[in-house]
């Protein structure tokens, strides 16, 4: 039967541009038929290594859901790192039915080669791009990444953009209508949250901080913001996670978090802290899987509330 490569529909012509984009992205990544950036290490080897390396003491069955990868394929791949010297099995304390996955020294080191040579990749494409260009090519690559990753739920996906005009008023609105009607907070929390965005927007230093607001179906669902820690550039602050009632149960909250934690890794901070209340223990599950650990509690009286501050870190070194 002949193949008719003809465009005939909309949808005929949307695949010929899919098909086109997906050969002209491999081209561009320089991954057909070569190692990872000229490196000894595949495509596949080269994630399996960064879940290995970001992640703490992953079992198997959690990188291949990650990565969509199937179990035994990845199974080879963690033999061979086993086998090279890379990478060491323990029994998980928590299931000893189950290993938890770390890398060896020589592990680290060569993720940190890989890891260096990508960064080195991205940052040789993106310097030369101007702000506004490179916003609009990051804003897009998430567009794509999001609209393509199907909720285990079977919503809608979310897409995570950068902050644009109008997006500071929705943030201090949706925090002082979402905390009054949830806690009982009142005026003095949304004045919080207001001086909070006036300073990110008038102090905004794009290398170094960072907004997402977090969409479905193009509407505002969920934001989070990254910021300079005042006591010096080795600390960033993690502040004003945000996510609607009615976009939670997507791994949302998780999803911004973890955007959070990359972006302050590759703008070369050493740690991560955040401010946050006792009763806000839906957030805290969220910061205990990404790491983060509670280091002081101390009572106050605000918002309307006597509430129990929390001040939490995560170490990124």
Request: charge should be negative.
């Amino acid at each position: 039967m002949a193949i008719d490569l003809i465009p005939t529909s909309a949808l005929t012509a949307d695949i010929a541009t899919f098909r086109g984009f997906n050969r002209m992205y491999t081209r561009f990544l320089g991954t057909l038929n070569e190692g990872l950036l000229d490196s000894e290490y595949s495509l596949a080897e080269a994630r399996v290594l960064y879940e290995v390396a970001t992640r703490t003491a992953p079992k198997a069955s959690e990188i291949a859901d990650g990565l969509g990868m199937d179990p035994g394929y990845l199974s080879r791949l963690l033999g061979k790192f086993e086998r090279d010297g890379l990478l060491e099995r323990k029994a998980s304390e928590q299931d000893g039915r189950y290993a938890d996955l770390t890398l060896t020294e020589q592990g680290r080191s060569a993720f940190g080669r890989l890891n260096a040579l990508s960064e080195e990749q991205a940052r040789t494409v993106l310097q030369e791009l101007p702000d506004a260009v490179r916003g609009d090519l990051i804003g897009c690559m998430k567009t794509i990444e999001d609209t393509l990753t199907k909720t285990e739920r079977g919503r809608s996906a979310y897409v995570l953009r950068p902050h644009r005009a109008g997006d500071m008023g929705w943030v201090v609105h949706r925090e002082g209508v979402g905390y009054a009607e949830q806690y009982g907070w009142d005026a003095t929390f949304e004045v919080l949250v207001a001086r909070i965005v006036s300073e990110f927007v008038t102090n905004f230093d794009p290398a170094r901080e960072r907004c997402w607001i977090a969409e479905v179906d193009g509407r505002s669902v969920g934001h989070i913001f990254l910021v300079k820690h005042p006591s010096g550039p080795d600390t960033a602050k993690l502040r004003l996670l945000f996510v609607e009632p009615s976009a939670r149960g997507m791994g949302l909250g998780d999803a911004l978090v973890k955007e959070c934690i990359e972006f302050a890794r590759a703008a070369g901070y050493r740690k991560v802290v955040l401010w946050t209340q006792s009763i806000l223990t839906g957030a805290h599950r969220i910061y205990r899987k990404a790491g983060f650990r509670l280091v002081n509690e101390e009572p106050h009286h605000s918002f309307g509330k006597d509430l129990i501050g929390q001040e939490w870190e995560l170490e990124l070194v």
